[in-house]
């Protein structure tokens, strides 16, 4: 019978365990949001795969004196399948890329300190095929050939949950040093919605300012690569080719290839900007990523000032205070799908944060009053 395990390595066992398990049923609600049928076939595939990976965790842990039930999809997955299943495939797609990612950095290391032989050979096999996983979804997604170095999490999501953010905590400061000032309660109702307005605009603002510098860059770059393959078309089919063995392509048939793509100068460009560039599909304007934010910033700086309008004096302070703490909870646990940490743990990290930001608020609102 082979050894026993201690506390941490049976708890890093049960995460990967878990983590095999979500990324199964994730790959199946993905599958039955996607109208592609060759990208659905796909996501079937992968979720047979990451099958296949839980019964080799059971199998490692029952093997070391530890079976398990069957796992059941977290609270984590649970969450990001049902924004899956309203927001559609572009949601929960780069999720899965960089779950993917973290799957290749998480076994490399489980290698390298793993003390049981067969663990050490369950993680390099994993560390393999989620490496073969993230470039399949990478592929799909437009983004670079080895995510797990450097993924993104850009969406529109992402940009509600981030200005909501913003909005939420900036404003609840502001409000909480207008409270700490002692002053009359539409004192704080009008600096409050001022301080949503100025931050809305600001956030707003930088989004489209933000997302327009980027795309000027790629137009930039994109324009480069058109001029390189009018005027020196055979550098560029040379680094095509370059790109394919790079990729496990046998030279001759890479340069056939390479050959064949330079025939078609439109074809030619869109490889380039793929494979050597590394940029994929724009999915948002400037426009869109600036009201997206700046709305999400709006709506987030308007909850501690709302009880203000219905609610009079000290009620309307500690109705502000209790909702703001909560919302503050409830974006940071949003906040764990793109961090990828625990739900609780981002939501407790952010109550923290919210707490500490009014009372250094209440508190500079209180000296600033008694300034003679």
């Known amino acids: 019978m082979a050894a026993t395990l201690d506390s941490a390595t049976l708890h890093t066992w049960l995460h990967h365990l878990q983590d095999e398990f979500d990324a199964a049923y994730l790959y199946l609600v993905l599958a039955g949001q996607e109208r592609d049928q060759k990208r659905k076939d796909i996501y079937i595939k992968l979720a047979g795969v990451e099958e296949r990976h839980v019964q080799l965790w059971e199998k490692l842990l029952t093997e070391h004196g530890h079976p398990v039930e069957r796992p059941r999809p977290s609270l984590n997955a649970r969450l990001r399948a049902w924004f899956g299943r309203r ?7 780069p999720l899965l890329l960089r779950e993917e990612g973290q799957e290749v950095k998480g076994y490399m290391d489980l290698h390298k300190e793993a003390t049981f032989e ?28 080895e995510p797990w170095h450097k993924t993104g999490s850009g969406g529109f999501l992402r940009n509600v949950v981030y200005g909501f953010n913003d909005g939420l905590t900036a404003n609840f400061g502001l409000v909480a040093g207008v409270i700490g000032a002692s002053v009359a309660p539409h004192i704080v109702l009008l600096s409050g919605l001022a301080g949503m307005i100025a931050d809305a605009l600001s956030m707003g603002a930088s989004g489209y300012l933000a997302a327009k510098s980027e795309q000027e860059v790629y137009e930039h770059e994109i324009a480069m690569e058109k001029e390189e393959i009018r005027i020196m078309p055979e550098v560029e089919e040379e680094e095509l080719a370059l790109v394919y063995q790079t990729k496990g392509i046998e030279t001759g048939i890479a340069r056939k290839m390479a050959a064949e793509v330079m025939r078609d100068s439109q074809r030619a460009l869109d490889e380039q900007v ?14 869109r990523e600036g009201w997206v ?9 308007f909850i501690p000032v709302f ?4 609610l009079p004096g000290r009620t309307a302070v500690w109705t502000a205070f209790t909702i703001a703490m909560l919302s503050h909870f409830a974006v940071g646990a949003a906040r764990s799908f793109f961090t990828g940490r625990g739900v609780i743990r981002s939501g407790i990290d952010m109550f923290v944060v919210g707490l500490g930001v009014a009372g250094v608020g209440y508190v500079v609102g209180d000296l600033i009053a008694k300034i003679p």
Do not use: N, Q, W
């Open 87 to 93: 927001f559609g495939p572009g949601y929960l797609l």
């Open 118 to 145: 067969d663990a050490r050979d369950v993680s390099l096999k994993l560390a393999k095929e989620s490496a073969a996983h993230a470039e399949t979804l990478a592929e799909l997604a437009g983004r670079a050939s």
């Open 274 to 287: 793929r494979e050597e560039l590394k940029i994929g599909i724009a999915h948002a304007t400037p426009f």
């Open 293 to 301: 934010t700046g709305a999400a910033t709006a709506v987030g700086a």
């Open 307 to 310: 009880p203000f309008l219905a």
